[in-house]
């Protein structure tokens, strides 16, 4: 009950199009659910995070879409540019977090 | 502010040394964290602590101890090193369980 499960592995995306990254988890306690984006060489930085009492939360191109019945949330990036080229992981927990096993995203100019 | 910092970057250990990651926070935070990154894998929690004196294992603590002495530091320690520790450890903090603030990570190399 402890997994998250993160899809697709990696993904290319054309300049000016939508990202669309899924996970899916286990444990009905969770009640925090954030996007991470990692960088080569660093450490991963909060992106944007939602909890469940909303379904959609919208930063910039940034949007996280949080379907509660399905035990599914995924991350929206739109108008996709070359600088988003990044890894980036799910996570979802209560006291401490559980991580998607990440998805490489490749954004071609 | 300097955040999380995490010293050193780069290690390379060989199978049976010991060694000990050093991490410190200059945010006050009540919350820190050891994760390990390896390819593919996402991260996994090794050790977490929810203020100084309190530690607690996460899912793979096998081959590691922590301590919390201060609020401002949670060095995690490696005894008797093996390749399979070879990996990149993240420390991290938060205010309280949530909006964790991670540091530029330790490559550590066991050969």
């Known amino acids: 009950q402890q997994q998250v499960k993160q899809s697709p592995q990696s993904l290319i995306v054309q300049k000016g199009g939508i990202s669309i990254i899924n996970c899916a988890y286990e444990n009905t306690a969770f009640d925090y659910f954030p996007w991470y984006q990692q960088f080569p060489g660093k450490g991963p930085a909060l992106l944007i995070a939602?909890?469940?009492?909303?379904s959609e939360k919208k930063e910039g191109r940034f949007t996280i879409s949080f379907n509660k019945s399905a035990k599914q949330f995924s991350l929206h990036i739109m108008d996709s540019q070359p600088g988003d080229s990044a890894t980036y992981f799910c996570a979802a927990g209560a006291q401490k977090l559980v991580f998607g096993q990440g998805t490489r995203l490749t954004i071609n100019p | 502010n300097a955040g999380v910092t995490q010293t050193p970057k780069f290690r390379i250990l060989k199978i049976g040394q010991s060694m000990t990651l050093q991490c410190t926070q200059d945010m006050n935070h009540n919350y820190m964290y050891w994760y390990r990154q390896d390819p593919g894998m996402g991260l996994k929690l090794i050790y977490y602590s929810v203020g100084a004196g309190i530690t607690d294992k996460g899912e793979v603590p096998n081959g590691y101890n922590v301590s919390r002495s201060t609020t401002e530091d949670f060095p995690l320690r490696l005894e008797l090193a093996a390749p399979s520790q070879t990996s990149v450890y993240f420390c991290?903090?938060?205010?309280?369980?949530?909006?964790?603030?991670f540091g530029s990570g330790t490559r550590l190399t066991v050969v």
């Open positions: 939602i909890r469940p009492d909303v």
């Open positions: 991290a903090s938060s205010p309280l369980s949530y909006g964790y603030t």
